[in-house]
């Protein structure tokens, strides 16, 4: 009388292991998390701490020092990181915010446009460095000399892909209505994309094109081959330069104590100005959405 | 005039977002393009457009041809016996990709291994378990994981991760799975091991990301379909949420590792840069990548730059495969919305 139906036990039973299973895989999911999170404070942590110890004002001031001299700094590489960026965004953002609106007020639904797309998604998959030696050898081996342009041109290229699909994505998010009201007072088509539909998709785009810059702010491969390095200060495009990631680079690689301090305080500033710049990227993008489409 | 406004006007109320893409052209705005004097100026800007738009086409074609070009002198000389060959001689001419081959393959796998199952248990918390305050953080944390310049992993790993594997964690290894013959032999710390370790870091945030994606494609009756026969979260989890996205789970790891077969300067730094093939991950290897980033600015003669730039050629085209490969399946999941991948 006392003994439960079979059918019941085993069921009871069969819950009890599904309860135990359940907890199990919410126990891993935790633990992954954990372990996921874990590296990323660990690798901030350690840079913050590393990376401000060696910091000083001689490190924004002062060109690198031959080995065995005191002090030295990196002043030359942040301004060549600059220049760099600068011809890089030159190139990348103008050609990326037009294909861009090729593929979103011009070409959509077409053939052309998915080729285009998929053609940009295959640049964007290229390794950093095959990017790299093709420059090498469209810019350098003809010049016959390393070079800061050569150097920014590797960097814009590697810049279209994102901007590209962003400014894309942005302008399919203006609703149509937009485009006609200014094309019934009367506007220039040209004109209602630029001043219209880019302008309101524009707090998008922005984001594009910072999430682009933070990406080859880093950019080590590419360089290597290109801008090169330089120990001194150069402003000439058509001479090597140095390079934040570059120099970085060098000194980890290297077997000084001091030179390693240096790499760890650059390292410290260059992901500074990247999280400062994917920080505004999640700033502008969270105040500008578009209310209407929302 | 005023007629045909109307007549357009009573056809189609004014389009919404939602009802006719954008860019597609609507009865009014054909109207409206079709009565400008602007047609010039508007037919130059279309033009430049599409001239950007196809200068894509130019640089990818570009960069294509000019690594076929230059790599001429190794394709005539080694053939397919290239990519067979285990020599890498540059003083008498032997050139062979088979130990970048299998240090590129090796490292990838051994990344895979490990950021897979932490990257789908990340991204099962993050959509179906994580409350809601903690959300936004933890996938900011790991979006800037996602934005840390390979050359700061690389000098993190080589001074935190490489004597932490050295010192604690190799020796477990090899006392424990040493039989195994994957972890034996001199323990540097830098190695297979190390590169696999710090590739799977670079990769996490990668396929954590859209894993998560087309997690939250899965609709929502999916879910409730599940749990209202009775099944727990996890039951729910892997019958109603990982089975329908497992084909996009796929295409994602399979993006995460197309980054790490391109993936050059933390291995370069950690894998110890040594053209020999070892069973033992504890043996210091070689990538494709690594090779071209130490050799390309000493090659001397003419065949090592061609044999470097043939290594560059092979892995151009092996990413372009493989990043198409994921891209068709992520597609077909989220049925060609678009895809953020910074």
């Known amino acids: ?294 | 005039m005023d007629i045909k406004i109307q007549e357009v006007a009573l056809n189609r109320s004014p389009s919404s977002p939602a009802a006719s893409p954008p860019g597609e052209p609507s009865a009014v705005r054909q109207f409206l393009l079709s009565r400008g004097t602007s047609a010039g100026p508007d037919r130059a800007f279309a033009l430049v457009m599409l001239i950007s738009a196809l200068s894509i086409f130019a640089i990818v074609a570009l960069i294509a041809t000019e690594l076929v070009l230059r790599s001429q002198l190794s394709l005539h000389k080694f053939g397919i016996g290239f990519f067979f060959g285990s020599a890498w001689d540059p003083v008498t001419g032997e050139f062979g990709a088979l130990p970048f081959i299998y240090g590129t393959l090796v490292s990838s796998l051994v990344a895979l291994l490990i950021a897979v199952p932490l990257s789908i248990g990340l991204a099962v918390f993050l959509t179906e378990m994580c409350p809601r305050w903690l959300r936004s953080p933890l996938a900011f944390l790991t979006e800037l994981l996602a934005a840390i310049p390979s050359v700061v992993y690389g000098l993190w790993a080589v001074f935190v991760l490489v004597p932490l594997l050295r010192e604690h964690v190799n020796p477990i290894l090899g006392e424990t799975l040493g039989w195994s013959g994957f972890f034996t032999g001199p323990n540097y710390g830098i190695g297979m091991l190390a590169a696999g370790v710090i590739l799977a870091i670079m990769i996490l945030p990668i396929i954590s990301s859209l894993t998560r994606e087309v997690m939250i494609a899965v609709p929502h009756a999916q879910r409730e379909a599940v749990l209202a026969l009775g099944a727990t979260r996890w039951e729910m989890i892997r019958m109603g949420v990982l089975r329908n996205a497992r084909i996009g789970i796929v295409g994602a790891v399979i993006l995460g590792l197309g980054r790490a077969l391109g993936e050059t300067m933390a291995v370069t730094m950690v894998i110890g840069n040594r053209p020999e093939i070892a069973k033992s991950l504890f043996a210091p290897g070689y990538s494709m990548a690594s090779v071209i980033a130490n050799e390309f600015s000493e090659a001397s003669d003419d065949l090592y730059l061609s044999a470097l730039i043939e290594i560059g050629l092979a892995l151009f085209l092996v990413t372009i495969v493989v990043n198409a490969i994921a891209r068709l399946l992520v597609w077909v999941v989220t049925r060609g919305a678009p895809l953020q991948v910074a």
Request: with cysteine; hydrophobic share 50%.
């Open chain 1, 1 to 294: 009388m006392a003994t439960t139906p079979a059918v019941y036990r085993n069921s009871r039973s069969n819950s009890v292991t599904r309860m135990v299973t359940d907890h199990v895989f919410t126990g891993l999911a935790l633990l992954s998390t954990v372990l996921v999170v874990a590296p990323l404070v660990a690798i901030f942590c350690y840079l913050l701490y590393k990376g401000a110890s060696s910091l000083n004002l001689a490190f924004f001031t002062q060109i690198p020092q031959p080995v065995g001299e005191p002090g030295g700094g990196m002043a030359n590489a942040i301004f060549g990181s600059g220049l760099l960026l600068a011809v890089g965004s030159l190139l990348g953002v103008p050609v990326g915010i037009a294909s861009g609106i090729f593929l979103a007020e011009f070409g959509r639904g077409t053939m052309l446009a998915n080729a285009v797309r998929f053609t940009a998604d295959v640049l964007n998959g290229v390794p950093s460095i095959v990017m790299g030696i093709s420059v090498y050898s469209l810019i350098v081996l003809p010049q016959k000399h390393f070079s800061a342009f050569s150097g920014g041109v590797a960097l814009g290229i590697m810049m279209i892909p994102t901007i590209t699909r962003t400014t894309e994505e942005m302008l399919a998010t203006v609703p149509n209505a937009v485009r006609e009201a200014a094309l019934g007072l009367g506007v220039p088509a040209w004109r209602s994309v630029l001043s219209i539909t880019l302008r309101t998709a524009s707090p998008g785009i922005i984001t594009g094109c910072m999430l682009a810059f933070a990406r080859v702010a880093g950019e080590t491969a590419p360089l290597l081959f290109t801008a090169f390095g330089n120990n001194f200060w150069s402003h000439n495009l058509n001479e090597p330069i140095a390079a934040l990631p570059l120099q970085i680079y060098v000194y980890a690689i290297s077997p000084y104590d001091d030179w390693h301090r240096l790499a760890w305080a650059g390292s410290l500033v260059l992901i500074v100005l990247i999280v400062i710049s994917v920080a505004l990227v999640r700033f502008v993008a969270s105040r500008g959405t578009l209310k209407a489409n929302t």
